[in-house]
């Protein structure tokens, strides 16, 4: 039986090893070593995904923390290399675009350990994001490719990679589908003290929206004047390091009309998806699963790796501007046709495991 290690490190990489990690177990396809960076900690960001997602707990931590993003993927590195060498494994699986998935495929490809990476293929035109680096870095070392969508395929055949390239669909989607039932819109959105379809649930954790203070400023003057505007409640979950900077560029003052609340887990985060008007976020998952549950999504960021939601006009970009923010939630407001099918059937999982272990589907 082949040994696979899988490494995950940071919440938007849990969500796609529940479902892979689920499958695995449930064929016994592989003998599947779970290794977590430690890139997010903090209970809520880590420990409750683990549980409500009812994932195998970890084999292996490494501990490494916050840092700079050099720093992050240097350590990530030094002691995935470490444990590689330890646990000699057949291939490894990394998923996503975070410094965990770019080190972990770094250090196996440097050890000739064939890489395996979910989530392939995404690119956008702002080459610049630490996300767009290592998405970029990760597919061309990697060896089996597992996109979401066509579009996905496209992107990397135009920079020449088309050997181990196969599009099983997008495995959030999978999740989505497979959590549905335990989803709980009424009794969630009562906790959090909103009422249905007068809400809109806001995600910022992005570097460049959080971290230059006029650019943050403009963002939370944006969700006020949205408010004003729509009469909408503004839920916003805040990510440590956005509440770090509020606090730290003294921007309290302009959260005053909006409800902020601590970083929230993913039935929650869903459960609220079902019942709100729509969704603002700089979130390259939450803009999809807004989709899934059938809201539009306030993209804020100049260009977004989903373009496929954006060019069938359910997605709407947007700048750090506070009139623009305030017109675009109006716009996401209006009826549009929802665009079908655009990431797989809610059996990527499946696929990816086929393909793993050489059943050709
Ligand atoms: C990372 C990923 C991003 C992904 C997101 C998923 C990179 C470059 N970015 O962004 O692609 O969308 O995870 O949520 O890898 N912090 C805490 N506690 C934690 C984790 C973080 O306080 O448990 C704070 C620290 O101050 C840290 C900051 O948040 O420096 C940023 O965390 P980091 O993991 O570097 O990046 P994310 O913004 O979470």
């Known amino acids: 039986m082949k040994k696979i290690v899988s490494l995950v490190g940071a919440r938007s990489q849990f969500v796609k090893e529940a479902v892979v990690g689920a499958e695995v177990r449930r064929r016994n396809a592989w003998r599947h070593v779970l290794v977590h960076s430690g890139q997010h900690y903090d209970?809520?960001?880590?420990?409750?995904?683990?549980?409500?997602?009812?994932?195998?707990?970890?084999?292996?931590?490494?501990?490494?923390?916050?840092?700079?993003?050099?720093?992050?993927?240097?350590?990530?590195?030094?002691?995935?290399?470490?444990?590689?060498?330890?646990?000699?494994?057949?291939?490894?699986?990394?998923?996503?675009?975070?410094?965990?998935?770019?080190?972990?495929?770094?250090?196996?490809?440097?050890?000739?350990?064939?890489?395996?990476?979910?989530?392939?293929?995404?690119?956008?035109?702002l080459k610049d994001m630490p996300e767009e680096i290592n998405r970029v870095l990760v597919d061309h070392l990697s060896a089996q490719l597992f996109c979401c969508s066509d579009l996905a395929a496209r992107n990397l055949a135009n920079e020449g990679i088309t050997n181990g390239v196969t599009v099983p669909g997008d495995v959030m989607y999978d999740l989505y589908i497979k959590m549905h039932r335990r989803f709980t819109p009424e009794e969630t959105r009562t906790r959090f003290g909103v009422e249905k379809d007068v809400y809109i649930v806001a995600t910022i954790h992005?570097?460049?929206?959080?971290?230059?203070?006029?650019?943050?400023?403009?963002?939370?003057?944006?969700?006020?004047?949205?408010?004003?505007?729509?009469?909408?409640?503004?839920?916003?979950?805040?990510?440590?390091?956005?509440?770090?900077?509020?606090?730290?560029?003294?921007?309290?003052?302009?959260?005053?009309?909006?409800?902020?609340?601590?970083?929230?887990?993913?039935?929650?985060?869903?459960?609220?998806?079902?019942?709100?008007?729509?969704?603002?976020?700089?979130?390259?998952?939450?803009q999809k699963e807004a989709y899934y549950a059938g809201k539009r999504a306030v993209v804020l960021m100049l260009d977004t790796g989903w373009r496929e939601l954006v060019e069938a006009g359910w997605n709407l970009l947007c700048t750090p501007d506070a009139e623009q923010i305030a017109q675009t939630i109006t716009t996401a407001l209006e009826d549009t046709p929802r665009p079908e099918n655009l990431f797989g059937d809610g059996s990527a999982g499946n696929h990816i495991v086929d393909l793993i272990i050489g059943i050709s589907s």
């Open 43 to 125: 209970a809520n960001m880590s420990d409750l995904f683990f549980t409500e997602l009812e994932m195998k707990q970890p084999d292996h931590f490494l501990g490494i923390g916050s840092g700079s993003y050099v720093h992050q993927t240097a350590d990530v590195l030094v002691k995935f290399e470490a444990l590689l060498l330890q646990e000699k494994p057949d291939a490894v699986l990394v998923y996503g675009d975070t410094n965990t998935t770019v080190a972990g495929a770094l250090a196996a490809a440097k050890l000739k350990i064939p890489v395996a990476h979910v989530e392939a293929g995404i690119r956008q035109q």
């Open 206 to 286: 992005r570097d460049f929206n959080t971290d230059d203070p006029s650019t943050l400023q403009v963002i939370l003057d944006g969700l006020d004047r949205a408010h004003r505007e729509t009469g909408l409640d503004i839920l916003l979950p805040l990510h440590p390091r956005s509440r770090k900077r509020i606090a730290e560029f003294g921007l309290d003052g302009r959260t005053r009309n909006l409800r902020l609340v601590d970083p929230i887990c993913y039935l929650d985060l869903l459960s609220l998806a079902q019942h709100c008007a729509a969704v603002i976020t700089d979130s390259g998952g939450y």
